[in-house]
C-alpha cells in the first residue's frame, strides 16, 4: 500500500535503545552477584568472556547521561536475577538492589523511562543446578524474582517486559549458552517444550502478579518476531512458511495474548510424542495473562522453502536469525532479493513493516519495538570519530517503515534499537558492535573502556529532537 502523506509519530512516543545485563554491565563476580549460566559457559573460541562488558554496572552515571543527551525517552536494560537473587531463591543481595535502584534513579533524573526486562538469557547457575527450566519449580522461582523486582522498583518501573527471546531460548538455546539438558534426557524435544511450557506458564503468573501489585504498570513479552516468507509461489512454500511462522513467531504471541497453543506447533509436537505435560492450573493461568503491549525485537524476515526430507527429526542448528532445515516441516533459503550485513544477517526493512502489520492484525496489542539494528565492525579514528553510516542508512530505513506501519494503523508505543551503546555480541564478541556509543576495548583488550559519540549517536540524536520528522 503506497500512502501519498504518512502519519506522523506519536507525540509520547518512546525513542531510546535497549541493554541486557549479562552483556553491559560487566562486574558479574562482584558485590554479592552469583554466577548466571553466562558466567559459567565456554564462550566460543575468539571471542570476550563476559567479565567486564561495558562495565556499566561502573559506568551507569556516565551512560546515562549520555542517553539523555541524546534525548532518550526510555531505557531497556534487563535485571540480572543473579545480582538480586545470587541463588536464584532465597537471599535478596542488598547491593543488586542498589544497584539497579541507582540506574533507575538516574534513569529518573533526566526524565527516561526504565523499562525493564525481567529475564534476558541469563539463568543462575545455581538454578541451572537445579535442572533450570525443566524443573517444574522453576515457575515459582520466576514469579518469586519477579515479586521481589515489583516489591523493590515497582514504584518507579512503569513498563515491564518478561522474558526476552524465549523462541531464541527454546529454538537456538546452545548457541546463546542458555540450554540445559539433564543428563539421561531420552526425548531432547520433548525436554526442551517442557522446559518452554514451563516458561509460558511463568510468564503469565508474572504477568498476573505485575497487574495485582503494580494496578498502574504495563507489562508485556518480548519475542524475537520475524515473519517468515515463502521462497516462492509453490503451494508447498507458503505451506512450511505457515509451519516456520508458527514454530518460530506465533506459538510464543498466541500464548502470551490467547493463552492457548498454536495447533500447527501442537500437531508438529504430537508428532515427535513433545507435547508438553500440563498440570492442573495451568490452563488457567495461561488464560489469566492479559498482556498490556507487545514487545518484540526484529532483525530480518526468514525465507523457508519446502522441506524435502521426509523423516521428521530435531532442526540442524543455526542462530537467531537463521532458519536452517527442520526436515519434513521447513528448510532455509537464502532470499536473494536482500543483502546481507558483515555478519552475514540479511537486510529487510521492508520486511520490518510486513512483520508489524501482521502482529498487529493477529493480535489488536499496542507494539513497542524492542530490538532492531545493525551489528558491525567499526573504527575508532585517531581524533576520537566513528563514522557508522552504515548503522544511519540501516536504522533510517527501519524507522521509516514504522512511520509506515502507524500510517497503516498500526499502534505503535516506541522504538528501542539495539544497543544503547556497544557491548558484547551473544556468541560474537564485543567486535561485533550494535551501539550509538563506542566502547573504547578490543575483545582481549580492555585498553580505556572510555565512551565516544559515533556519527550515529548525533544523528538519532536529530531524529529525536524532531520526534522522527528528520531522518536525513
Ligand atoms: C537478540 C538478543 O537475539 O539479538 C540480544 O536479544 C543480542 O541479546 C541481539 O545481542 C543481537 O544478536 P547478536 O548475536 O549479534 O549479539
Redesign the pocket.
Known amino acids: 500500500m503506497y500512502h501519498k502523506t504518512l502519519k506522523p509519530f506519536p507525540a509520547n512516543f518512546l525513542w531510546g535503545a535497549s541493554t541486557?545485563a549479562y552483556?553491559v554491565e560487566g562486574a558479574n563476580l562482584i558485590d554479592g552477584k552469583g554466577p548466571s549460566c553466562q558466567d559459567v559457559k565456554k564462550v566460543p573460541e575468539g571471542t570476550s568472556e563476559l567479565d567486564v562488558c561495558a562495565d556499566q554496572y561502573h559506568r551507569y552515571k556516565e551512560d546515562v547521561k549520555l542517553m539523555a543527551e541524546m534525548g532518550f525517552k526510555v531505557y531497556r536494560f534487563s535485571i540480572s536475577w543473579s545480582r538480586i537473587l545470587p541463588e536464584g531463591t532465597g537471599e535478596v543481595n542488598p547491593k543488586g538492589i542498589q544497584y539497579y535502584n541507582n540506574l533507575i534513579d538516574e534513569c529518573l533524573k533526566y526524565g527516561i523511562e526504565p523499562l525493564v526486562t525481567m529475564f534476558?538469557?541469563d539463568m543462575p547457575a545455581a538454578l541451572d543446578k537445579r535442572g533450570s527450566w525443566g524443573n517444574r519449580e522453576s515457575i515459582d522461582w520466576f514469579v518469586n524474582f519477579a515479586k521481589v523486582m515489583f516489591e523493590n522498583f515497582g514504584d518507579r518501573v512503569k513498563y515491564w517486559l518478561t522474558i526476552?527471546?524465549q523462541n531464541?531460548l527454546t529454538l537456538v538455546g546452545p548457541v546463546?549458552g542458555t540450554l540445559y539438558i539433564p543428563e539421561g534426557c531420552t526425548n531432547k524435544l520433548k525436554e526442551i517444550y517442557q522446559q518452554n511450557h514451563h516458561m509460558l506458564v511463568a510468564q503469565a503468573k508474572a504477568m498476573e502478579l505485575c497487574h495485582k501489585m503494580l494496578p498502574n504498570a504495563k507489562i508485556g513479552p518480548a519475542p524475537?518476531i520475524a515473519l517468515v516468507y515463502p521462497a516462492s509461489c509453490r503451494p508447498e512454500d507458503t505451506t512450511a512458511a505457515q509451519n516456520c511462522n508458527a514454530i518460530r513467531n506465533w506459538l510464543y504471541l498466541d500464548m502470551a495474548v490467547y493463552g492457548r497453543y498454536n495447533n500447527l506447533v501442537w500437531s508438529y509436537l504430537e508428532e515427535h510424542d513433545a507435547c508438553p505435560e500440563f498440570e492442573p492450573g495451568d490452563a488457567e493461568s495461561l488464560k489469566n495473562a492479559h498482556p498490556d503491549f507487545i514487545g518484540f525485537?526484529y532483525?530480518n524476515t526468514v525465507t523457508v522453502e519446502a522441506s524435502t526430507q521426509t523423516e521428521l527429526k530435531e532442526a540442524t542448528p543455526g542462530?537467531?536469525q537463521s532458519a536452517n532445515e527442520m526436515a519434513g516441516v521447513y528448510k532455509g533459503f537464502r532470499n536473494p532479493n536482500l543483502t546481507v550485513t558483515e555478519?552475514g544477517w540479511e537486510i529487510d526493512p521492508q520486511g520490518f513493516r510486513s512483520t508489524m502489520r501482521e502482529i498487529y492484525s493477529r493480535y489488536h496489542l499496542p507494539m513497542i519495538v524492542t530490538?532492531n539494528g545493525l551489528?558491525a565492525y567499526d573504527t575508532l579514528t585517531e581524533d576520537g570519530k566513528v563514522h557508522d553510516d552504515y548503522r544511519i542508512e540501516y536504522l533510517r530505513q527501519h524507522i521509516k517503515m514504522i512511520q509506515e506501519a502507524i500510517t497503516d494503523n498500526v499502534e505503535m508505543m516506541g522504538y528501542c534499537p539495539?544497543?544503547a551503546i556497544d557491548?558484547v555480541?551473544?556468541?560474537?564478541g564485543i567486535r561485533?558492535r550494535?551501539g550509538f556509543i563506542y566502547v573504547d576495548r578490543d575483545e582481549f583488550d580492555l585498553k580505556t573502556l572510555n565512551r565516544y559519540r559515533k556519527d550515529s549517536f548525533h544523528w538519532y540524536k536529530k531524529v529525536i529532537a524532531t520526534n522522527g520528522s528528520n531522518l536525513d
Open positions: 541486557s552483556q534476558h538469557f526476552n527471546e531464541m546463546i524475537n525485537n532483525y542462530d537467531q555478519f530490538e551489528g539495539w544497543s557491548l555480541s551473544t556468541h560474537e561485533k550494535y
